[in-house]
């Protein structure tokens, strides 16, 4: 759970927002609330940001050309043993690139270093019994979403709830 302040920059993926809820419906309590279907860039962000903190985010991210990808079910045992499904998008070059660039920027680190260099994905279920998470990936192989135009990054803000606080265009 985030602290009581926090910040994260996304990319918001529509196109997965009915498979998260077709997976919250089929099995309670496996999908993160407060969020829509995303892919997270960097977590955890700035914990203020500042209007020249968003001023260069928006100029960074504007730099960055539209991707599309398409998405793959990772089945990976280590991720569900751990309770844990995500959707890969690939190409993810471009989402590991400026991960990295705003990373050290603000010296940052993706998840304060927990997981190394984290790949990019889509969570879909989260904190689940190992058997569940092999039912859901299961569910999520066989109803993948269509392909993604990532074209505008998110900066969002939590205190108490997810709220937007920037919508950041690429326009490379």
């Given amino acids: 759970m985030p602290s009581a302040r926090a910040t994260a920059v996304l990319f918001p993926v529509p196109v997965a927002d009915p498979l998260l809820r077709a997976v919250g419906e089929r099995f309670p309590g ?55 499904v995500p959707l890969r998008p690939e190409p993810d070059g471009p989402l590991r690139e400026l991960t990295a660039e705003l990373a050290a920027r603000w010296d940052l680190r993706p998840y304060d270093g927990r997981y190394g260099e984290p790949d990019p994905h889509v969570t879909i279920a989260l904190e689940v019994t190992p058997q569940r998470a092999r039912e859901i990936a299961e569910h999520v192989a066989g109803a993948l979403p269509p392909p993604a135009l990532l074209d505008e990054a998110w900066l969002v803000e939590f205190d108490g709830a997810w709220s937007l606080r920037a919508r950041l265009p690429l326009r490379g």
Avoid: I, K, S, Y
Avoid at 42 to 64: G, I, Q, T
Avoid at 70 to 76: G, K, P, R, Y
């Fill in 30 to 84: 496996a999908v993160r609330p407060g969020l829509p279907a995303h892919l997270t860039v960097l977590h955890p962000f700035l914990p203020e940001v500042d209007e020249a903190v968003l001023a260069e985010l928006a100029e960074l991210v504007a730099r960055r050309a539209p991707v599309r990808v398409e998405f793959t079910a990772d089945v990976a045992q280590r991720h569900l043993d751990a309770g844990f």
